[in-house]
């Protein structure tokens, strides 16, 4: 028995030891899985660990440092609380990138590990944009919304855009479409080409390589530089360019504002060479399509071979050879690289030849000299919506670079493909140089609090969660946009829709706009002898109602010859009505007297005078009122010198 209790004694003891080590083991707060930009807290109140020192005093962040912005207090990045995704303010469902418009003005949701930790406290959202890492902060609610799992609800951050704090962010950067195609021989693609500026698979290149989540950076690997590396965040930009002209020793692109659609005419080939500069360039090295596009000569660009060469050349006024001593364009690709030396994706990560085993990840699929051609910048491709009979460079397989050609609509809607150009040079606003690709994007996402003296404590940051903004944008209730400045850019309502109208280089429905310039009959212009009926018919706006022809009117510093319109015939200002010589009299001075006293007398002197346009008809022109004179007791104190008349 003795035996037994001692067993007994050193059993419990045994447990006891073991109970207090296990204990000793286990921390008071549960340690979340830590983000990339992660750190253990030094502040008890999130962290639950007093381990790890702080991430900094957020006094600023910049490329070289990366740390947060945050007021003078000190900052602490917390490991308890991780943001997972944003509800998608369009559909409800959960996303790790989320695209809106930066005029979005609903409730924006972000959910997360731990975000019911936070019920007590004032908590902000902090977006970090771009490579130049501009904040913007807004105020947050927790609050329960739906959750992932059907029948459940999940604790998150409720962000009230009311007040738009997007909207004057610039959109620096563009989208990219990293989608896969069937056509280019992916397998599982997709057969139609990606339109809608929010679509997943569209990535705005506007960070640095380190705040780049789908980029596997290490020690080994700094630089987003090896083919078919994958940093579809990393930082890179360029333009649409078209022919260049040569400014003493400056070359100066064309920026392309005009489509491949005949503007001039139904005819693509009506269109002049002043207007085919505006173009787009093909989206290819093939000389033969690019004489069509711009509606050349085919003896145009001087190289022998069915490929164009950077520098090649095309006479500026006949769209033929350029010769020796002529005024030339010359050609220097589809592309412009813009601030190239601040790319962080270089070298053959640059380029991705799309095809069956090449994924697309970079800039162009292939290059030319120190650019490239055949852009993977969104959209890729798209359609424009013109009348019918209308001609316009088109092809139903796009990504077969050499089958585009002139066709037309037998009636109204979509064209088939067009080179993407076309699609950015007529969705661009010059105004605020932002356009159907233009986007921003954010480095990070930080969650912060702060303290009764205005110290902020990072709870959170993290780049798990990515926002993408592109252009302002409003929808009516089909969907359609009815936004000004996201409306098509246009010159002619050849290019607008059947039920459009081009008016003050935008193109409107024809519900707002009554009447299409085009429409509008022809009033006016016709020259001197010509029969007419009104004013407005002549150029000379002088209609002579007894002859029924233009009669002439001139009014100019060397020459005048009036249309004299007698009175109680119709006219479009007095100018037009017949002078009449009309007694205008006033007192004037005429000298002293011997006793040195002024002496004035009444003077009248007919001048020519036109008649009053009244009400569109002419009537003779007033005579003013005679001054009161009396000769033998004069009252010269108001007398003036005697007048002028031209």
């Known amino acids: 028995m003795d035996c037994f209790m001692g067993e007994a004694k050193k059993f419990t003891a045994l447990l006891v030891t073991s109970v207090l080590l296990l204990t ?37 962040a910049t490329p070289s440092t990366g740390g947060t912005i945050g007021g003078s207090g000190g900052s602490s990045i917390g490991s308890q609380v991780e943001l997972m995704h944003f509800v998608d303010p369009f559909d409800g469902t959960y996303k790790k990138k989320l695209t809106i418009p930066k005029n979005f003005t609903g409730l924006l949701y972000l959910s997360g590990l731990n975000i019911s930790s936070l019920s007590d406290k004032i908590v902000y959202a902090r977006f970090v944009f771009g490579k130049e890492y501009e904040p913007v902060t807004i105020q947050g609610t927790i609050a329960r919304a739906p959750g992932i799992t059907p029948q459940t609800d999940v604790e998150v ?22 989608n896969d195609y069937v056509d280019e021989g992916r397998v599982g693609g997709l057969s139609d080409i990606v339109s809608n500026p929010r679509d997943p698979g569209l990535y705005c290149r506007g960070l640095h390589s380190k705040d780049d989540k789908t ?34 020793v400056s070359l100066l692109p064309f920026f392309p504002s005009e489509p491949h659609v005949a503007l001039a005419s139904n005819s693509y080939t009506g269109d002049p060479i002043a207007t085919a500069v505006k173009r787009c360039l093909p989206d290819s090295l093939n000389k033969a399509l690019a004489q069509t596009v711009l509606n050349l000569d085919t003896t145009a660009f001087n190289t022998s071979g069915t490929s164009l060469v950077a ?30 030396g601040a790319w962080q994706i270089t070298s053959a990560a640059v380029y991705s030849d799309v095809n069956v085993t090449t994924a697309p990840t970079g800039i162009f699929k292939k290059s030319f000299g120190t650019t490239g051609y055949e852009s993977l910048m969104f959209p890729r491709f798209g359609k424009m919506d013109i009348n019918s009979n209308i001609e316009y460079i088109g092809s139903s397989t796009p990504f077969t670079g050499t089958s585009f050609a002139k066709t037309f609509l037998a009636s109204a809607g979509n064209t088939e493909y067009m080179n993407g150009c076309n699609i950015r040079a007529t969705n661009y606003d010059s105004n605020t140089q932002e356009g159907i690709s233009s986007c921003n994007v954010t480095a990070r996402v930080e969650l ?25 944008s409003l929808t009516d209730y089909k969907g359609e946009e009815v936004l000004y400045t996201s409306m098509k850019t246009c010159s002619s309502s050849q290019t607008c829709g059947v039920s459009e109208c081009c ?12 009447q299409c310039l085009e429409d509008v009959p ?14 407005y018919e002549c150029s000379s706006l002088c209609c002579n109602q007894t002859t029924g022809t233009c009669a002439v009117h001139i009014n100019t510093a060397t020459d005048q010859v009036f249309c004299s319109k007698s009175p109680g015939q119709a006219c479009v200002a007095k100018e037009w009505c017949r002078q009449e010589n009309i007694p205008n009299c006033f007192k004037v001075k005429t000298g002293s007297d011997n006793m040195g006293q002024p002496t004035c007398a009444l003077r009248c002197y007919n001048v020519p005078t036109f008649g009053n ?29 005697p007048p002028t008349f031209n």
Not at 223 to 233: F, H, N, Q, S, T
Not at 317 to 326: F, I, K, Q, R, T
């Open 24 to 60: 000793s083991c286990v921390g008071e707060g549960g340690a979340g899985k830590k983000s990339r930009f992660s750190e253990n807290s030094s502040s008890t109140a999130q962290g639950g660990s007093t381990g790890g020192s702080a991430g900094g005093n957020g006094s600023g």
């Open 157 to 178: 951050l409720i962000l009230d855009m009311a007040s738009h704090p997007f909207e004057n962010l610039k959109l620096s950067y563009n989208l990219f479409d990293y």
């Open 215 to 248: 980029f596997v950076s290490g020690v080994g690997n700094p630089l987003c530089d090896d083919a078919g590396e994958v940093c579809k965040y990393t930082y890179a930009r360029i333009e649409d360019v078209g022919l260049s002209f040569l400014s003493g």
């Open 311 to 340: 520098g090649t050349q095309v006479d500026s006024v006949n769209g033929d050879s350029c010769l020796v001593g002529e005024d030339c364009y010359s050609y220097f690709g589809p592309y412009r690289d813009i601030d190239k």
């Open 448 to 472: 912060f609090y702060k303290d009764i003296n205005g110290n902020e404590t990072i709870i959170t940051a993290s780049n798990n969660i990515v926002l993408q903004l592109i252009r302002s």
């Open 503 to 514: 008016f003050n280089n935008r193109c409107w429905s024809k519900e707002l706009v009554s």
């Open 522 to 535: 022809v009033v006016g212009n016709k020259g001197i002898g010509i029969s007419c009926a009104t004013d």
């Open 613 to 641: 346009c009244t009400s569109g008809t002419c009537t003779p022109p007033a005579i003013p009122a005679v001054p009161a004179f009396d000769p033998a007791n004069p009252d010269c104190s108001d007398a003036i010198d």
